[in-house]
């Protein structure tokens, strides 16, 4: 019996077009996903690439788009209802280019599985599209579902539901997909860098909205990511912080850096196959840094990370001891107010993240149900 391996592509606007370059990465090295799952733009390149359509297609089609062929202000409903309208853009363009990327069939219908994850609105509940029960609606309708960011774009109906973007709730998919997988390759695309991002007040609604709902994602996504305990995944975030999330000025660049992140995390692959559930690649040995005179004590990388870090006599934060971390790990450095915080990478990890019954036993610890010992797990 083949390894059952699911994808999931992670929402992120426009800079998703980074998924094309992990798709031709992943034809290279043989690997042919058993089940795909997506958000917003990530569902649609899943849906895409679970239909058959060749990555060339993809990349040709991702080259060729413009700002006029997805973002056409709604004219009419702003006019006529004002504060009532329910989006700044006209759905056509968009659905126009779902039309044109994703067969015309339901969920029943493709040859390979693909899950597509949206936000029932009016009941406020992910609904996955793709899952026993919800596979006989069109799967173009699902995906502009999907893609349709709130507030940029009027919600999808799909089998009687009004949709929304699923990264809302989950711009990666990861526990839904992992179900019935033996691994797991992921693709944050999305909240992969919340580095400083300075004059946002002067780049307008649009650049406000979307920090914050990026904002929002990472916060979301770190839940299932450090506490995974499902197949060993392989986690891929091309490094694409400097693009915006409704960008078309480096569409090339972004294709390329996806094929390089996927390329440099597949080195990682055959560990992959021989890990345990619970566990995350690639790994890296990680030494945190201090900034003693930028310390004020305030205590924040204590309550976010306290395996990690700790408060010394004198009040200032310290590191508990080197660590070994995922990309899913370390995303409380970016919180210290006074960027006291920093990291050096010591060696690759040869294993996978600590395993699920350590993070458990950890997750005890906190909570009191056994007794600390003072080791880090």
């Known amino acids: 019996m083949s390894d059952r391996i699911a994808l999931v592509l992670g929402g992120g606007g426009l800079k998703g077009f980074a998924h094309i370059g992990v798709l031709q990465a992943l034809a290279e090295a043989g690997i042919r996903p058993s089940l795909y799952a997506g958000t917003s733009i990530g569902a649609l390149v899943a849906a895409a690439g679970a239909s058959g359509m060749p990555i060339s297609a993809m990349a040709a089609r991702a080259t060729l788009l413009q700002r006029r062929d997805l973002f ?27 039309e044109a990327n994703v067969p015309a069939c339901s969920f029943d219908m493709l040859p390979v599985p693909v899950l597509v994850n949206t936000v029932d609105v009016e009941r406020g509940t992910q609904t996955v599209w793709g899952l026993p029960g919800l596979r006989d609606v069109p799967v ?26 699923g990264g809302t709730i989950d711009n990666l998919p990861v526990q839904i997909a992992g179900l019935n997988a033996d691994f797991v390759i992921a693709v944050d695309v999305g909240s992969t860098d919340l580095s400083h991002s300075g004059n946002i007040l002067s780049q307008g ?6 920090r914050a709902a990026t904002a929002m994602m990472h916060a979301l996504q770190l839940v299932p990511l450090t506490q995974w305990e499902g197949p060993p995944m392989l986690l891929i975030r091309p490094r694409i912080a400097h693009v915006g999330w409704l960008s078309f000025s480096d569409t090339e660049g972004l294709i390329a850096e996806g094929y390089r992140a996927a390329r440099e995390a597949l080195g990682h692959w055959e560990t992959v196959l021989r890990s345990p559930r619970g566990s995350i690649f690639p790994c890296r040995h990680v030494r945190i840094n201090v900034d003693r005179p930028k310390c004020t004590g305030c205590g924040l990388c204590v309550a976010l990370a306290p395996e990690v870090m700790g408060l010394d006599a004198s009040g200032r934060a310290h590191a508990l001891s080197d660590v070994e971390w995922s990309p899913a790990d370390g995303d409380f450095i970016h919180h210290c107010p006074t960027k006291a915080l920093s990291t050096h990478t010591l060696s690759a990890a040869p294993t996978g993240r600590r395993s699920s019954a350590e993070r458990r036993r950890q997750r005890e610890r906190r909570s009191g149900k056994v007794e600390e010992s003072g080791e880090l797990a």
Request: with cysteine; aromatic share 10%; net charge positive.
């Open 205 to 210: 609604f649009a650049a406000i909205y979307m």
């Open 72 to 98: 056409r202000l709604n004219h009419v409903g702003m006019l006529l209802e004002r504060r009532r309208a329910s989006s700044i853009y006209a759905g056509e363009p968009l659905r126009a280019l779902c």
């Open 140 to 165: 173009c309708d699902a995906v502009y579902a999907s893609c349709a960011l709130p507030g940029f774009f009027p919600p999808g109906a799909v089998g009687g539901r009004l949709c929304i973007d």
